[in-house]
C-alpha cells in the first residue's frame, strides 16, 4: 500500500515556473516505477514523466527540455520542476506509483497557466 499526496499546483502565467511535490507513505525507492499524469478538462489522463527505481526517466514529448523529474529518497518525495509553463500545461497533475502489480494514484494538483 502507497499513499500519495501531491502539492505545489497553483496559478502561474506563461513562460513561468511551478514546482510540484509528492510525498510517499514509504521508501519510494522500493517502488518500481514513480511518475507524473495530467489530465486536461475534456481530455484523457496523459503521462508526462516518468522513472524507474533504477532512475530511468520517460518524458514526454511537449515536455521534453522543460520539465524535470527528481526525487529525494530521505524525504521519500518525488518532484517535477516545470519550467516555461505554457498555457496548454493547463491540468490537474496527479503523482502516480507502479508497484507491481499494484498503481496508486494521489488526489491530484491543479496547474493554471494564464496567457
Known amino acids: 500500500q502507497v499513499q500519495l499526496v501531491e502539492s505545489g499546483g497553483g496559478l502561474v502565467r506563461t513562460g513561468g515556473s511551478l514546482k510540484l511535490s509528492c510525498a510517499a507513505s514509504?521508501?519510494?525507492?522500493?517502488?518500481?516505477?514513480m511518475g507524473w499524469y495530467r489530465q486536461a478538462p475534456g481530455s484523457q489522463r496523459e503521462l508526462v514523466v516518468a522513472?524507474?527505481?533504477?532512475?530511468?526517466?520517460t518524458y514526454a514529448d511537449s515536455v521534453k527540455g522543460r520539465f524535470t523529474i527528481s526525487r529525494d529518497s530521505a524525504k521519500n518525495t518525488l518532484y517535477l520542476q516545470m519550467n516555461s509553463l505554457k498555457p496548454e500545461d493547463t491540468a490537474v497533475y496527479y503523482c502516480?506509483?507502479?508497484?507491481?502489480?499494484?498503481?496508486?494514484w494521489g488526489q491530484g494538483t491543479q496547474v493554471t497557466v494564464s496567457s
Open positions: 502516480n506509483a507502479h508497484s507491481i502489480p499494484l498503481v496508486y
Open positions: 514509504r521508501s519510494i525507492l522500493s517502488i518500481d516505477r
Open positions: 522513472m524507474t527505481s533504477s532512475g530511468t526517466t
